[in-house]
């Protein structure tokens, strides 16, 4: 198959794109600079030199060319609408291939770093998140496509964890930097469902494989609470945990960063193991615990 990946550089695009051409998949990419265009050769993946501002008409002719079309991207709000509905439109009542990667947090819930008994499988009903509203209405243009001749699908995994990511560890292991201590909001039992980014990329290869038109597929492996995480931390460097007020929180991790560790995100991945036969593999978030790379985190810059 023919696949086209925007975001291909990116934290999961950059892993989905050699895994798809390991797999036989002939693969191309979005290419925003000069230096992205070196790395991904670098990887057997033909660059696609665009973006999804004013070279956005490019990045749409090479999805209309592929038979299948990933995207992977973390654009602001603005672009991501104009490419979904550019996408969508270039692609109806062709038959191909559109994945679209969404994430938990359409689904969050702002508590206070406090536990949330509510989950959620593919088809349950939710509110929501305001700051996530444009992503949602993302996923649902995506899905509507279906009905228009694209074999439209939504990946909507929880937090993705593996090296390189930008986590709930990773941000934990900050903030014994900042406060010597490793940090929590509140209770610490505020959760988001996790998973490896190895077993995303599983998950696109198997909805590319056999996904039904208008699927929307949950990736989760596990659930670990912030405070767990912190307890981790605290061990490996020889530190204390400590909770924070939401409003420590932002001086610590910024607005953005305090709310994700304080709210809780959790859901069922009913549908991509009853469709498509999807199971993690990895399902111990807290095994990167003592990584090298988390602990420089952790040591002061001033």
């Known amino acids: 198959m023919n696949v086209f990946i925007i975001g291909a550089t990116g934290f999961v695009g950059g892993r989905l794109a050699p895994h798809l051409a390991a797999e036989g998949h002939t693969v191309s990419g979005l290419a925003r600079t000069d230096t992205a265009v070196t790395a991904l050769r670098q990887q057997g993946i033909t660059p696609v030199a665009a973006d999804l501002d004013a070279r956005r008409p490019a990045a749409i002719d090479a999805a209309s060319a592929a038979d299948a079309v990933i995207y992977a991207a973390q654009a602001d709000p603005e672009q991501e609408t104009a490419t979904v509905a550019d996408l969508t439109r270039a692609l109806a009542g062709s038959g191909k291939t559109l994945l679209f990667l969404s994430g938990s947090g359409v689904l969050m819930q702002r508590t206070a770093g406090a536990w949330s008994p509510d989950v959620f499988a593919e088809d349950d009903?939710?509110?929501?998140?305001?700051?996530?509203?444009?992503?949602k209405d993302a996923e649902d243009a995506v899905l509507a496509s279906a009905?228009?001749?694209?074999?439209?699908?939504?990946?909507?995994p929880g937090q993705i964890w593996g090296p390189g990511d930008h986590g709930h560890m990773s941000m934990i292991y900050q903030s014994v930097a900042v406060l010597g201590a490793a940090a929590y909001v509140g209770d610490g039992l505020a959760v988001y469902s996790h998973v490896h980014i190895d077993d995303v990329t599983r998950l696109f290869s198997l909805a590319l494989a056999k996904g039904r038109a208008g699927g929307?597929?949950?990736?989760?492996?596990?659930?670990t609470p912030n405070r767990w995480i912190a307890e981790k931390v605290a061990e490996d460097l020889g530190v204390k945990t400590r909770s924070v007020t939401p409003e420590e929180a932002e001086q610590v991790w910024g607005p953005f960063g305090a709310l994700v560790l304080a709210a809780s995100s959790r859901i069922r991945a009913t549908a991509a193991q009853r469709e498509l036969g999807w199971q993690p593999r990895h399902t111990d978030m807290l095994t990167m615990t003592g990584d090298q790379r988390l602990r420089d985190l952790a040591v002061p810059t001033g």
Do not use: I, K
């Open 125 to 135: 009903a939710f509110a929501t998140e305001p700051l996530a509203g444009f992503r």
């Open 147 to 156: 009905a228009h001749g694209v074999r439209a699908m939504v990946v909507r």
């Open 216 to 223: 929307l597929y949950h990736a989760v492996a596990g659930e």
